[in-house]
């Protein structure tokens, strides 16, 4: 008796959860669905005045069935809101596939294009959010409002609300289309740590967040006003002077060349030349890029070998067009990536990167490389000014792109960075000096890992040791602290107490001498005790013996190694 009544109460919850599902599915159908036949325009709240007017006849075509225009020539929806390239690109994406919207790549990209000139972003709002378009995995904190990050996070990164700009109007909507598609954000994120009841005094954590994203990132915008003002297409071509880092191989330097696309004024072909400075044959990669709002480089470039040489590219270009900084990256696995930089190349000399970055006080003919462009030809060590405490004993060689030399450091050196000066070219901060390696350090501070390799792709890991030297003050953790650079440590990983005989170690996969982490295959793993996948958490360890040490030098990283990515919503990033 008492069963039949728990299953009939179980129908009943199931019942009202259904209906409470079509009423949100409802919401989302009056929002961006396609409907029958066209919606009746809507008149704007006032505070939706100031959207764009769309004069674009592709997209008139294509979305004013649902995007009514009105006499003013804005489109409901589409006018109040501006994004990044790849913002507009997943809008395209979810028009095609969710609201079976027609069109052909082409169409697309030209579409993309236009918004995303049009309706962009500046240089200025870009930059708290560029970690999210460069595809870095960092612990990132919002300090605007606790209440909205909580609310926004739950379900995907925040840099994803750091690149929008919309009207109130448009916010609410937003938050509208979240609830219909995904009616799990209500109790994931929207209305989870809310008040019990609509009447209660305190607003839901959905409505304290759409007052804080409305007055914090408005459609309009001083910034983009200015720069809206000024936005011309960038001039890329020419030849620029390229530095790099990539976790596991080190720094590298080349030359990048810009070739316009003819009858274009956004779009170029590139030729990048580089060689990693550890050794090793040069790297050449052939690309085609489309720079977007005068100041957003999105790209992919081909190396003629391995085969996972295709690899995207997202820079941000500096206003003045003489420097530009981002990543390229592998697309579909992030993890591995290159930290970029290229300079506009003039007939001036120009110091790209010196390496070893930092030598210890009391270091004796140590090798330094000084890397760059129209270096000169020095045969006069005191031509190569590090100040006061280094001396340059010798030039072993010099060509245009990098000097060779011999330096010594004082004992009562002052610990810290140096400027470099060499025949009119300077570098800021180009060589540290410091007492000694007192710990090391293992970065990222903590990692995720996915197994895969049978159904879903993994996702990989990388670390990589460094040392640290406490600085002037003599104590750990404080804002003098010194990092010295890359170690070559001892890789392993130990096991994460977390549940107990767990034995995670066993079965999450290895880490190599470089510090790249390889999870383990996905699936049930019938070797492991109840069939478990061969997931958990773990350390990375990274163990080190500074030279003349009698005890090695032990840090770790906490990685936690979970389940595929089973669904990925977000594109895989806009194609030139």
Partial sequence: MRLGRLNRAITRVARATIRVAMVLASLSASVLAVPATPLRAQARPAADTGGFVIRDSLIIAKCQRCHVRDSTGRMGRLSYLRKTPEGWEASVRRMASLSDVKFTPAEARAM?????????????????????????????????????????????????????????????????????????????????????????????????AIGHLARTFPLQTADWTAWSTTMRPAPMEGTWLLSGYEVGRGALYGRLTVTKVPGTDDEFTTRAVYRYANGGAPVTRTGRTVVYTGHQWRG????????????????????????????????????????????????????????????????????LTVYGANLPKVANAAALDFGPGVTVSRVVRATPEEIVVRVSVDTAARQGARDLFVAGATMSGALTTYARIDRIRVLPNSNLARVGGIRFPRQYARFEAVGISNGADGKPDTPDDIVTGPVPATWSVEEYGATYKDDDVRWVGAIDATGLFTPSLDGPNPQRPGDRNNIGDVYAVATWTPPGATRPLKARSLLIVTVPLYMRWEPLGTVP
Wanted: proline fraction near 7%; glycine fraction near 8%.
């Fill in 112 to 208: 993309v294009k236009y918004f995303a000139n049009r309706q962009g972003l500046a240089p200025a709002e870009v930059k708290a959010g560029r970690f999210e378009l460069e595809r870095r995995s960092i612990d990132y904190r919002y300090t605007g409002d606790a209440n909205t990050e909580r609310t926004c996070r739950a379900c995907h990164s925040f840099g994803r609300v750091l690149l929008q700009r919309r009207t109130r109007n448009e916010w609410e909507l937003l938050v509208a289309t979240h609830r219909g598609y995904y009616p799990n954000s209500d109790f994931q994120a929207f209305r989870r740590f809310g008040p019990v009841n609509d009447s209660a005094p305190q607003p839901h954590p959905m409505d304290q």
């Fill in 300 to 367: 992919r470039s081909q190396a003629a070998a391995p085969t996972d040489s295709a690899w995207r590219e997202v820079l941000s270009i500096e206003p003045g067009w003489q420097e530009m900084s981002g990543r390229w990256f592998r697309g579909g696995y992030d993890e591995f990536g290159i930290d970029i930089t290229a300079r506009r190349l003039s007939a001036a000399p120009t110091i790209a990167g010196v390496l070893p970055k930092a030598l210890p006080r009391g270091a004796r003919d140590a090798e």
